[in-house]
C-alpha cells in the first residue's frame, strides 16, 4: 500500500539493497506505515550482517524554533530556519538518495520481484505535486500538533532525555535513532494526551468524586426538591452534611465533619416557594479516611423518592431487601431494613396517595371520568356525619355493550382490600361470545352485608333494568341471595358448582375421591343423566349428596335449573379478575378505581383490533374470518370429531332418528331442538344435530346456531365502544356547583398479630384445607394420631385413640 500524507514515512536500506525487496512488505515505495510492516522488516533485519539504514522523510529537532532534517540516522541533522530551506534539502536529498527531485516525476522504484504491484505505482505517479509540496512543507505545523498536550516541563524532561540518549551507544555500536519530540522512541508514536481525572483535585483541598447537582444561580421549585438534591449529592460524594438554618426563606448546610469548607447557602426566590443556590464552596478539605456506613441523609424521605417511580406497576413487587440491596449495588451505601421499609411506604404514599386523601379525590374523580366517558353510573353512599360507606362505579361503554351484545348472566364476587379503611369490593362480570371475560361494575364497601349487597344491587337496576331471563351467579352467601330476592324478584339465581363442592367438602371429605359423578351430576343435561349420578353419591357419601339436596337441585344442576345459563356452570370469571387484582387491592380508592378502568381501557382495544375494527399500521389477526367467533368454532368442532361415527336414519317431517352408540336421540330440524336437549341449552348445535346436517349434504352448520351471542358481527359491536382515560389531577375539571366532601371512614381496628396476607378467604360453609392421615385417608389427625394404630405401635402405650373431627 502506498503511504498516507498524515503518517510520516520510513525508507529501510541494508547494504544497498532497498527493504523493497523484503518478501511480506505491503507498500509500492520502500516505506514502512504500521506494525506489520515493522514486524516483518525486524525479522528481515536480523538475518543479516550489517546493521541496516534508517531514512526518514521529515523529523523535527524540538531545539530551537527551526526545523531538522535528515535522510539517515548515522548523519548529523541540519537546522534550518525557513520552509524554502527545508524545501530546498528535500530536494537535495532526494536527488542524492533516490536519483530524482521532488519536483521531478517519480521513476519506476519498484524491484521486479514486485511486479504484482505496478498498478498502484502507476496511482502514485498520478498525485498532485502541489499537495506533496504542501504535506512536506508543514513539518513545524505538525510537530506542534504531535506535541499538544506536553507541558514546558515535559518538553525540557524530553530534550534532556535525547541528551542523554546521544551519548548512548547500543550493544552493535550505533547510535540510537533522533525522534521528533514528544514520540515513542522506539516506534515514533505520540504519547497519549493526557486527560483529566474523574475526581477533582483542588490545590488545597482532597481529591474526591464531585456531583455536578448542584451550582450557583440553580432554582429549584421547592425547598423540599432542593433538600433532595442535596441529599442524593452527599450520598454520591459519601459525605454527611449538617443542617445550619432552615427555614421559609434561607436553607443552608455544611459538611458535617471538623475543619471541612464546604457550604452551601441557598434563599427564597420569588412569591412561589422556589428556592435558589447563592453560594456554594464545593471543596472538601476533610479526611478521606473517614467512613459512613450509615449515613443521616438516606432516610425515608430520600429513599421514597428515590423508588417512587418503581411503584408505578402496582404489580410489581419490591420488598425492602431489595430496595436495599438495589441502593448498596448503586451507590455503595448499606440501608438498614426498618429504614427501607419506611422508605417503601413512602414510596408508595408519593406515587399513589395515602388512604385519607383518595376518599376526598373521589367525588371529583368519578366526576371526570363520567365526563371523559358518556353514560357511566357513578355513586357515593355515606353515613350522617358525611363519611364514605359505599361507592358505586359502572362504565357506560360496558353498560351499553351488555343490554345489546351479551348474554343476560351476571357473575358476582367479593374480594376482600388491604386497605385499613375498606373491607370488600363488589365485582360484577359478563360473558361474550367468544367467552371472554367483560367486567361490568365495580363497587367498594365496608362489609359483606345484606344492606351493602341490596343498595348495591340497587344501583345495578338503574344501569340495566330488569331484562328478561336475566340470571345471577354467585356463591351461597345469604346476603347476596336476600338482595338479588329483594332487588331482582324475576330473576333466577344460580350457584357457582365450585363453591358448591367446597361446602361439600366440608361436611363430607370423601367427596373428593367422588368428583367425576359429581361434576356429571352439575352439568347433565337430562334428568336421566342426573338421578343416576345422584344415585351414585348417595350410595358412597351420603352426607354430601344430602346437603346438595337441601342446597336446591335447581340453583346448580344444569338439568333441573328453570332458566338459560349458556354453559356457565362456575364463577371463575369472577375469581380470575380478582386474581388479577390481587396487588391493586393495597391501593387507596382511587387508585384502586382507575386500576379497573385501565386494565378494561386495555381489553377493549386489545379485543377492538382482533376484531379489526382499529385503523392502524399493525397485522390484524385473522381469528375472526368467519361468521361464527373462535371460541364456538372449537366448540362445534369438538362435537363434529365426536359424532364422526355416528348414523342418522329419517323419521319424517324433518325429524331424525340418530344412533350414538349409546343413548339414541330425535333431532327435530325444523323447531331447532334434540331430545338430549344441549342443542336447547348451549344454543350450539349437537353432535345428533351436526350428523343430520352431514347427512343432508351440508358443508357447513354454522346456520343451526340458534343464539346470536356466538355471531362474529356480534362480537365486534361488543367492542366497538372506547374506554377513555381520565388524566392527572392537575387536568381534572372542576363543576361550577361545588361536589360535597366525603370524609374517610372511621378506622376499623386492626386485628391483633400478623397480617394474613394473601390468601383467599374461605366462602359461607366452606372449611379450610385439614391435615389428611396417610394411612388410613382421614382428615382431622395425622398418621402418629391415627385411632386405627394401636397406641404400643404409635410409640406411647398412654396414648388413647382420637376419633375422626367433626369439622362442622
Not at 44 to 70: F, K, R
Not at 294 to 307: E, I, K, M, T, W
Not at 312 to 321: A, D, H, Y
Not at 510 to 539: E, G
Amino acid at each position: 500500500m502506498s503511504s498516507s500524507e498524515d503518517k510520516p514515512r520510513l525508507y529501510l536500506c541494508s547494504g544497498g539493497k532497498w527493504a523493497a525487496g523484503v518478501d511480506g512488505l505491503d507498500y509500492v515505495e520502500p516505506t514502512i506505515t504500521d506494525d506489520e510492516d515493522i514486524s516483518v522488516f525486524l525479522q528481515y533485519a536480523n538475518g543479516l550482517e550489517d546493521p541496516p539504514e534508517v531514512y526518514v522523510d521529515v523529523y523535527v529537532s524540538g531545539e530551537g524554533d527551526g526545523a531538522s532534517t535528515s535522510n539517515t540516522i548515522n548523519e548529523e541533522p541540519m537546522y534550518l530556519d525557513t520552509e524554502s530551506q527545508i524545501q530546498q534539502s528535500h530536494e537535495t536529498s532526494y536527488r542524492a538518495d533516490f536519483g530524482y527531485g521532488l519536483s521531478d516525476s517519480y521513476p519506476e522504484v519498484v524491484p521486479e520481484t514486485q511486479q504484482d504491484q505496478q498498478q498502484e505505482v502507476q496511482e502514485e505517479e498520478d498525485e498532485d505535486e502541489n499537495e506533496r509540496r504542501k504535506f512536506f512543507g508543514c513539518a513545524e505545523d505538525e510537530a506542534h500538533v504531535l506535541n499538544m498536550g506536553l507541558s514546558d516541563e515535559e518538553d525540557e524532561e524530553n530534550e534532556e532525555d535525547e541528551e542523554n540518549e546521544e551519548d548512548e551507544e547500543n550493544e552493535e555500536g550505533v547510535e540510537p535513532s533522533r525522534l521528533r519530540p514528544g514520540l515513542d522512541d522506539y516506534f515514533g508514536i505520540p504519547p497519549l494526551i493526557p486527560t483529566p481525572d474523574f475526581s477533582t483535585e483542588d490545590s488545597e483541598g482532597v481529591p474526591y468524586r464531585r456531583s455536578q447537582r448542584l451550582s450557583i444561580g440553580k432554582v429549584f421549585d421547592t425547598k423540599e426538591k432542593l433538600i433532595l438534591e442535596v441529599g442524593m449529592k452527599f450520598i454520591e460524594e459519601q459525605f454527611e452534611y449538617k443542617t445550619k438554618k432552615s427555614c421559609t426563606k434561607r436553607y443552608e448546610i455544611a459538611c458535617s465533619r471538623d475543619h471541612c469548607k464546604w457550604s452551601m447557602k441557598a434563599k427564597a426566590y420569588g412569591g412561589g416557594g422556589m428556592f435558589m443556590v447563592t453560594d456554594l464552596v464545593d471543596v472538601h478539605k476533610c479526611s478521606r479516611t473517614q467512613l459512613n456506613p450509615n449515613p443521616r441523609q438516606a432516610n425515608q424521605r430520600l429513599l421514597g423518592n428515590f423508588f417512587k417511580t418503581k411503584f408505578r406497576n402496582s404489580r410489581r413487587v419490591l420488598t425492602p431487601k431489595d430496595m436495599a440491596e438495589d441502593f448498596r449495588e448503586q451507590y455503595g451505601v448499606t440501608i438498614p431494613y426498618a429504614t427501607a421499609r419506611r422508605a417503601r411506604w413512602k414510596a408508595i404514599t408519593l406515587i399513589r396517595g395515602s388512604q385519607a386523601e383518595s376518599f376526598t379525590r373521589l367525588p371529583m374523580y368519578l366526576y371526570n371520568l363520567e365526563r371523559a366517558n358518556p353514560g357511566t353510573i357513578t355513586s357515593i353512599r355515606t353515613d350522617s356525619s358525611g363519611r364514605f360507606a359505599e361507592c358505586f362505579v359502572a362504565l357506560g361503554v360496558a353498560i351499553h355493550t351488555f343490554l345489546q351484545n351479551l348474554r343476560p348472566v351476571l357473575i358476582i364476587d367479593v374480594a376482600h382490600l388491604k386497605g385499613e379503611y375498606l373491607g370488600t369490593m363488589f365485582l360484577v362480570v359478563a360473558m361474550d361470545g367468544n367467552n371472554n371475560i367483560v367486567p361490568f361494575a365495580l363497587g367498594v364497601g365496608r362489609s359483606e352485608t345484606a344492606d351493602e349487597w341490596t343498595w348495591f344491587l340497587n344501583k345495578l337496576k338503574t344501569c340495566i333494568g330488569e331484562p328478561r331471563g336475566l340470571v345471577f351467579m354467585s356463591d351461597r352467601a345469604a346476603s347476596i341471595n336476600a338482595a338479588i330476592t329483594a332487588i331482582f324478584p324475576n330473576a333466577h339465581h344460580a350457584l357457582c358448582c365450585r363453591h358448591l363442592v367446597m361446602n361439600v367438602r366440608s361436611r363430607a371429605p370423601r367427596i373428593k375421591k367422588f368428583k367425576t359423578p359429581y361434576w356429571r351430576a352439575c352439568k347433565a343435561y337430562t334428568t336421566r343423566v342426573f338421578d343416576r349420578m345422584m344415585n351414585l353419591l348417595q350410595a358412597v357419601v351420603p352426607e354430601g349428596a344430602q346437603l346438595m339436596q337441601e342446597v336446591g337441585v335447581e340453583r346448580w344442576s344444569r338439568a333441573h335449573f328453570p332458566g338459560q345459563r349458556f354453559n356457565i356452570m362456575t364463577s371463575n370469571s369472577a375469581e380470575s379478575i380478582n386474581a388479577l387484582s390481587k396487588c391493586a387491592r393495597k391501593l387507596p380508592i382511587v387508585g384502586l378505581m382507575e386500576y379497573f378502568r385501565g386494565f378494561q381501557q386495555e381489553w377493549y382495544f386489545i379485543r377492538r383490533r382482533k376484531g379489526g375494527l382499529e385503523n392502524i399500521n399493525i397485522l390484524v389477526l385473522q381469528e375472526l374470518n368467519h361468521q361464527l367467533t373462535e371460541w364456538a368454532q372449537k366448540k362445534i368442532h369438538k362435537r363434529i370429531v365426536k359424532s364422526a361415527t355416528w348414523t342418522a336414519h329419517g323419521i319424517g317431517y324433518d325429524k331424525w332418528e340418530v344412533r350414538d352408540y349409546g343413548y339414541n336421540a330425535e333431532v327435530d330440524m325444523q323447531h331447532r331442538n334434540c331430545t338430549c336437549l344441549k342443542w336447547q341449552v348451549s344454543g350450539l348445535p349437537c353432535g345428533h344435530a351436526i350428523t343430520v346436517a352431514k347427512r343432508l349434504g351440508k358443508n357447513d352448520v354454522f346456520y343451526l346456531v340458534t343464539q346470536p351471542y356466538y355471531m362474529a358481527e356480534l362480537y365486534k359491536a361488543t367492542y366497538h365502544g372506547v374506554i377513555r382515560p381520565v388524566g392527572p389531577a392537575e387536568t381534572w375539571h372542576y363543576p361550577q356547583n361545588p361536589i360535597p366532601t366525603v370524609h374517610p371512614p372511621l378506622i376499623i381496628k386492626r386485628p391483633v398479630g400478623r397480617p394474613k396476607g394473601n390468601k383467599r378467604r374461605p366462602s359461607r360453609g366452606e372449611s379450610r384445607s385439614h391435615q389428611k392421615c396417610p394411612r388410613c385417608e382421614e382428615y382431622g389427625h395425622i398418621s402418629s394420631q391415627c385411632p386405627w394404630i394401636p397406641s404400643s405401635a404409635r410409640g406411647s402405650s398412654q396414648l388413647e385413640p382420637i376419633g375422626t373431627v367433626d369439622l362442622n
